[in-house]
């Protein structure tokens, strides 16, 4: 006889902890006038001819299940899409999945990979999902800090330090959730080089992959050798401004991607029919979209970074995705003092860096898909907390 109804809930999930990012949206939920550089999606709608080809599904009377691995029509716009965007090739019919975001493609990974014991490195800080998605699945996260020394790119010989004959993968992310960083190609050469010679998995999070400033994006897929042992994530709510259509993809080698099709079919059967639709429209047609939501961004990341280094919080210069990182060590207060005196004394919700992992103690997370007068105001009453302590 079970005594109370949290002895039914098993081990791994009284383990799990709620995710430091919710604490903070609750904290502000009931506040007014708040400006929150913490929430992690753009500030865009859906271009409407996305919404516009959902709609015609709807109007077409297409309102039930699709394939497992997604409509055809999609797959191949995905595989045209890796091709002339990241060089990457894949087969429609039998190397690409769609998924219920990039998170279920993450989890999915995890659970066709890792038998229990299995060790994935992680590389912190990272988004908040990677380490619970390899516990659920049995798996044993090592984690890797990636440090300001190098502008929180992780060095290959930190990465070679935590292999183990137990290392099935490691899970990357670029451009970086939460710090913006981005790789470029000799770093994933690198990484890519250990990767065969220890012959091990990139699980490589390229959410982010459309959003990149500075230089040209480079995929872990493109790079030589990598193809046969990447498992390429990807997804639209990021680069479409599509976050609540619950559509991504994920692209694998045919043996990885027909074991993780199994997982798939057995657990979400298939994607939002409706999302699909307006996915293929969003591939076909969204081009100058993408190009203006990441102008957009470009402004508002050198608005930001020149602003928090004139304030005295030291900020690299994020290369993608829309997060700054500032350093707030120079204040004296932790990472979570900081955030939480921020919210309470000047209505600013930011997301304290010590939630993406051990190296994100001592910055914040700012993300700057709101508009330029939101930030404007969010630099001053930064600036006017830092002044009063
Ligand atoms: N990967 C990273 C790095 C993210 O930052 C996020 C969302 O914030 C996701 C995956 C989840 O994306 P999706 O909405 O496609 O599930």
Known sequence: MKTTRTTYISKIATELKPSGIRRFFDLAAGMEDVISLGVGEPDFVTPWHIREAAINS??????????????????????????????????????IIVTVGASSAIDMAMRTLLDPGDEVIVVEPCFVS????????????????????HDFKIQASQLEGAITPKTKAIMLCSPNNPTGTMLNREELQAIANLAIEHDLLIIADEIYAELSYD????????????????????????????????????????????????????????????????AVEALRNGRPDIDEMVKSYRRRRNF????????????????????????????????????????????????PGDVFGESG?????????????????????????????
């Open 130 to 149: 990677y380490v619970p998605m390899v516990e659920l699945a049995g798996g044993v996260a090592v984690k890797v800090q990636a440090t300001k020394e």
């Open 361 to 389: 103690e001592g910055f914040i997370r700012c993300s700057y898909a709101s508009s330029l007068e939101q930030l404007q105001e969010a630099v001053k009453r930064i600036k006017r907390f830092i002044d009063s302590l």
């Open 58 to 95: 709807l109007e077409r009377g297409i309102t039930s299940y699709t394939p497992n691995a997604g409509i055809i029509e999609l797959r191949e716009e995905i595989a045209n899409y890796m091709k002339s965007t990241f060089d990457v090739e894949y087969c429609p019919k039998s190397e």
């Open 304 to 351: 930001i970074v020149q602003s928090f280094n004139e304030i005295g919080l030291t900020c690299h210069e994020p290369g993608g995705a829309f997060y700054a990182f500032p350093s707030i060590e120079s204040t004296g207060l932790s990472s979570q003092e900081f955030a939480e005196q921020l919210l309470m004394k000047e209505s600013v919700a930011v997301v």
């Open 215 to 278: 230089e040209e994006y480079t995929s872990m897929a493109a790079m030589d050798g990598m193809r046969e042992r990447t498992i390429l994530v990807s997804g639209f709510s990021k680069s479409f401004a599509m976050t609540g259509w619950r559509l991504g993809f994920v692209c694998s080698p045919v043996e990885i991607s027909s074991a993780m099709l199994k997982v798939h079919q057995y657990s979400l059967l298939c994607a939002s029919t409706m999302s699909q639709y307006a």
